[in-house]
């Protein structure tokens, strides 16, 4: 494994390929998991075809006073304070010596693991735990220590923020870590992951340290049910790679509301990550209720569960149809000429609002179109400049499988059925130059 950089609006391997970022935010995997349990994690999710993990180095739930399950904490204190200029890594196996096993488990597995150095209550508290105890000076010493720790792992992506909006001193606090990583570690990419239906761009646009933005479309209704439309806003506002760093998570009680009487599922998680790629994402990030958390079941707290909804563990919830899924698109994306993809929405001649919204993406004589509950759709291939006509394929969502079913004209409006239709009855129409490979 190689440092990634980018190229246009995609990250890139070394050699110039297409990396497609397949992350799952384990937020609380530094924190609450040993070491066996964090090779299992890591083991499962290459198997399910992942390719990148989100985490906290000082994590959300209590990080600074909870210990890890080493019973070693991260930070000495000062005057009876964390001190984030004073990382604990003194005695047998300290907290940071885990991380680093974490950091290698994940490299070991083909992983890359795009580290917080912080939850954002450890700068701008409002809900949790915290407390706060960044200021400027001792983030940016706090940066540069972290980033001289890590510089040499081949698997780091640098996220900064951490689900809190920036306000007063925040910015300050955020571009001296920025500043204090970039000092010591000038290789890996840095991004920020924001607060909850947001985006990257609101808040550090203007940063030189961003190599690509993010969104938090999140799990409210204002941006969840459109994260397509916020792929195309922040396409807008820079030229830089852009992606959801955290969608609509499987088995979390839909908008946080109870009274909905529905728990989000596997249809919505492929809704969020078609919808996304095919509107100018360069990656997607799944998560689940169980799993971000860590959570051991009845003796542990679910957040976001209250009082009904799944009591999984996480080691139950790791293998969620959801996350058995996702690698179908991250396949598909990588199946033809991924650097030459960009959202075409005029291939749908009538789109449809909310649920039923087409996104589409066209490439190098090929292109893509997503139809989220299968509804009858009229397409214009013309985009495409086949000569001589278009191979159409059913792409399957839930399983991968492609079944090519007519070629079409180019010189006509043609109306499609997908293979069923409702809830669930999610379909990728491709189109192909019959030009090319069969």
Request: charged share 20%; hydrophobic share 35%; aromatic share 12%.
């Amino acid at each position: 494994m190689q440092p990634l950089h980018t190229e246009g609006r995609f990250l890139v391997n070394r050699d110039g390929s297409c990396f497609f970022y397949l992350a799952d935010t384990a937020w609380e995997l530094l924190h609450k998991l040993n070491r066996e349990e964090t090779d299992w994690y890591c083991r499962e999710r290459a198997r399910q075809g992942f390719t990148v993990f989100q985490t906290v180095a000082l994590a959300e739930l209590d990080g600074l006073r909870t210990p890890n399950a080493y019973g070693r904490l991260p930070l000495q204190t000062s005057d009876g304070m964390p001190d984030p200029a004073r990382p604990d890594t003194e005695g047998p196996y300290s907290y940071w010596d885990h991380v680093d096993f974490a950091v290698h488990t994940a490299e070991q597995y083909g992983l890359y693991v795009a580290l917080l150095p912080t939850w954002g209550d450890k700068f701008n508290l409002k809900w949790g735990k915290g407390p706060e105890i960044f200021t400027p000076e001792n983030a940016r010493i706090y940066g540069r220590w972290i980033g001289a720790r890590y510089r040499d792992a081949s698997n780091i992506i640098w996220m900064l923020g951490g689900d809190r909006i920036l306000e007063g001193d925040d910015r300050a606090i955020i571009d001296a870590m920025a500043g204090g990583i970039r000092e010591s570690d000038p290789h890996h990419l840095m991004t920020f992951h924001p607060p909850g239906s947001s985006d990257s761009t609101k808040w550090v646009a203007d940063a030189d340290y961003i190599d690509f933005h993010t969104s938090q479309t999140g799990h409210a209704t204002d941006k969840s049910y459109i994260s397509y439309r916020v792929m195309e806003q922040m396409r807008a506002a820079t030229d830089k790679p852009v992606l959801d760093s955290e969608s609509r998570y499987e088995d979390i009680p839909a908008c946080f509301d109870l009274s909905v009487g529905y728990t989000w599922n596997a249809d919505d998680v492929r809704q969020n990550i078609y919808w996304n790629l095919f509107s100018g994402a360069c990656g997607f990030t799944y998560g689940n209720n169980a799993v971000w958390s860590m959570t051991r079941g009845d003796a542990d707290v679910l957040l976001f569960n209250w009082q009904n909804g799944p009591r999984r563990t996480w080691q139950e919830s790791l293998r969620r149809p959801g996350a058995e899924q996702v690698h179908y698109a991250k396949e598909l994306f990588l199946s033809r000429s991924p650097l030459s993809l960009c959202p075409c929405p005029d291939l749908v001649c009538e789109n449809l609002p909310g649920m039923g919204y087409m996104s589409a993406a066209a490439g190098d004589r090929f292109a893509y179109i997503y139809s989220p509950l299968g509804i009858p759709f009229r397409i214009n291939a013309a985009p495409l400049r086949a000569a001589q006509g278009v191979r159409a394929t059913w792409f399957d969502p839930r399983t991968g499988e492609q079944t090519v079913f007519a070629v079409l004209p180019t010189n006509q409006e043609t109306i499609l059925a997908p293979p069923t239709q409702g809830k669930g009855c999610d379909w990728v129409l491709i189109l192909e130059d019959i030009g090319q490979r069969p």
